[in-house]
């Protein structure tokens, strides 16, 4: 079917009264905000067969995909817009893909084609969300939401719940407040039995936003006209929006090629010579055209109504998105010599945040030094706890000494080597969980730079995974040295030493007299007590300072010294490569805001 040259039938229709609110919807719909804010739409339900599509094709001037059992598998939005400048032109959109084209004729082949990449070939459905924009001087300005036809039983093909699938995707779309609900009834059956009323008496009880259409008025049977009557006058199941009757193209007349045009003036003709019905034209309850001007003021209606929630979430999202486009706008110059200066100031704004965590003078997501603090802190804790394994092992050792360890001595005398053994080999248990801390803290730091790493170049893959790499290695690097301190360290407490000054304060502190000459082995335990508080006191320190000192303070320098050699080399280019989806999340970043702003303007002007 070819599209119809000729006067519009919407051509009277107040189009600069009516067009800026579903222009404006529609702007909000195409930059997601219906995923945050409910908008004002109409969605049209029906049975299967019901005559949804030829009502549809009627107000658009296209054909749309017909047949048996299940035609519309996933929602269709229709924009129809009237521009008078425009002879005809479409766009297709679902998905990441957009299609232009200006022939009437395709609009079939790319909804289908549609539907089949996002519902799959066969028979299912999706709730992905097909838009199809008309531009014609031959259409009304309006907004529908196509769904699919209800279905009560599966066909060969289907899923055996498809019923229950279509009616959960319509609720998904109906029990919006916002939602316009065309509620399309054939004139031949029984309304109270339409599954399509039903579900809309369920989310709308009152009938303050349903609006049903009467379809096939001419196969009805002789003598049921008053009974639509009554239905059309809202005497029967009342709807706050009441009813419009329509006669589209029936099969047969799609089968003799009647065109559009020629069956909206055929309508015309039946309801002006029908003998009960030609009063509904007076009261305009009959006729596409009137069902067109009907549906454009309540959607109008709708949108003003929520034009302060609208503008309120449309300025959240200007603040949003203006923030996100502040993170990546900035990007590299081109000029060579500029270029070069703006990667001294990335590399010098990176080292300049590693230096300042390093420090202490920055956060990033958790204090680095709050968190080593509390690993010394359970450092301390366990060489506090390792004292009383200590005391118990050395007075146990003191008071089997005669039988275990004695020599050729006299009582009252011992062998110094025997308790030395014992304390080295009590210290030494101390070296596991020194190193477990270093591990910890290592994680910690490690976190933290990668963190900031992401942070400063994500915009740079590049040096992203350079920063990354030198990260990982200078980490490993200086942790093999911490480890060989730390053993260094326990080897050197393997000699049992400090000053005499420091282990007589000591001695003193636990209550033993100095350098008396009547000591005995009973004053043993105190004297060693005391020598192990000076070791707990020296690892108590040592080890957090070196692990900071080498995983933090010297990482932190080294990391700033090896990304600084990266100036000297000639691939500017290359180092400072865009992540390739950055450009393409930059520019559609740019298109929402734009959007939003002229959203924001639309609204202040509206």
Known sequence: MSYDDGPSMFQ???????????DLVDNMRSIGIDKELPLPAIAVVGDQSSGKSSVLETLSGVAL?????IVTRCPLLLQLCNDRTVKWEAVISYGEKVFDFDEPSEVVNHVEQAQNEL???????????????????????????????????????????????????ILKFIKNKRTIILVVVPCNVDIATTEALKMAQEVDPEGTRTQAILTKPDLIDPGAENNVLEIVHNKVIFLNMGYVIVKCRGQKNIDENMSITDAIEEELEFFQNHEHFRSLLREEKAS?????????????????????????????RLVEVKHLLSQIEDRPPLEPEEKR?????????????ITQLSNGDMIVEENLFELMRKEFTEWMKCLENAKSHYHEVMQQVVDEYDQK?????????SNYRVFQR??????????????????????????????????????????????MRKNETIQEKQSTIVKERIVEQFEMEMQVYTQDEIFNKHSRMEGTAEGSVHDTRSKYP???????????QRLADQVPMLISYFILKQSAKIVCSEMLDLLHRDDTDNILQEDSEIEQYRAKLQAQLDCLILANDKISSL
């Not at 995909?65 to 059992?69: E, F, I, L, M, N």
């Not at 259409?139 to 009560?152: E, H, M, Q, T, Y």
């Not at 105190?526 to 707990?536: C, G, H, S, T, W």
């Open 12 to 22: 009277d229709q107040l189009a600069e009264k009516v067009r800026p609110f579903i």
């Open 65 to 69: 995909p017909r047949g048996t059992g």
């Open 119 to 169: 519902a799959g070939e066969g028979l299912g459905i999706c709730e992905h969300l097909i838009t199809l924009k008309i531009t014609s001087s031959m259409v009304c300005d309006l907004s529908l939401i196509d769904l699919p036809g209800i279905a009560r039983v599966a066909v060969k093909g289907q899923p055996d719940d498809i019923g229950a699938q279509i009616k959960n995707l």
């Open 288 to 316: 596409t055209k009137c069902l067109a001007t009907k549906l454009s003021n309540a959607l109008v209606k709708h949108i003003k109504k929520s034009l302060p929630q609208m503008s309120a979430t449309i300025k959240e």
């Open 341 to 353: 200066k703006y990667l001294i100031q990335v590399i010098t704004d990176f080292n300049d945040q």
């Open 405 to 413: 360890h004695r020599g050729s001595e006299l009582p009252g005398f």
């Open 422 to 467: 014992v304390v080295q080999k009590l210290v030494a248990e101390l070296k596991r969980p020194a190193m477990m801390t270093l591990q910890t803290i290592r994680d910690m730091v490690q976190k933290q730079f990668d963190h900031l790493s992401r942070e400063s170049f994500k915009n740079y893959p590049y040096l992203h995974r350079v920063s």
């Open 526 to 536: 105190e004297l060693l007590k005391a020598y192990y508080e000076i070791v707990v």
